[in-house]
């Protein structure tokens, strides 16, 4: 059975935009070249990935293009090579195709889909999006959050998830600190629905 994976850059109040659209963007973000690599192996590393929309949209117009970019540091270039060729599905009612080694799941029974996909899938699968994280999330199908803290208290924004308000127990996994302060805490979600009972 896979293991979905919600990983994200946050502040310390566990922000994941300051201003609508940021996606990761913000100036509040240290990202460095060892941060980089580290999200680069990670990301290298899963067995599929699964976006909502808008991350997907996000993700689409800049790493296709970025991994040709010669401006760019090769650390950036080897990610949108990763990107682009791991497997992706993307979650959405409205989108009809996506390129990229991207599938496709929508409609009224999307979760039920992913649960299925979770329970065939041999890996990890990283969740992008708040809004797909948080209805993982409430269905008992996300296993884990991945999330690399940067020094900062937003005190606005979006948060990690969207409209999410009962408790959620964590067993830490990992933790490792990284240059300019900030820090990767893994933990397993210990209330995550077994594949036999999705």
């Not at 041999?122 to 999330?137: K, N, P, Y």
Request: charged content about 25%.
């Amino acid at each position: 059975m896979g293991r979905f994976v919600y990983s994200m850059q946050v502040s310390l109040d566990l922000r994941i935009e300051q201003v609508p659209g940021d996606n990761g963007a913000g100036e509040w973000l240290r990202i460095d070249e060892e941060l980089h690599r580290e999200a680069n192996a990670q990301t290298r590393a899963l067995a599929l990935m699964v976006h909502g929309r808008v991350f997907y949209e996000v993700m689409e117009e800049y790493w296709p293009r970025a991994r040709e970019d010669a401006s760019l540091p090769d650390h950036m270039r080897e990610y949108g090579e990763i990107w682009t060729a791991k497997p992706k599905v993307l979650v959405s009612r409205t989108r009809r195709s996506a390129d990229h080694n991207t599938r496709i799941i929508g409609g009224d029974d999307a979760i039920e889909q992913l649960a299925v996909l979770r329970a065939g899938t041999d890996g990890r699968i990283s969740v992008g999006g708040a809004a797909l994280a948080t209805q993982l999330l409430r269905a008992g199908l996300l296993d884990e959050v991945l999330l690399f803290t940067h020094p900062a208290i937003l005190g606005f924004g979006r948060p990690l998830f969207d409209d999410h308000d009962l408790p959620v127990d964590l067993d830490l996994l990992e933790q490792r600190s990284f240059g300019q302060g900030v820090t990767m805490h893994r933990y397993a979600i210990l209330d995550a629905k077994e594949a036999g009972s999705c």
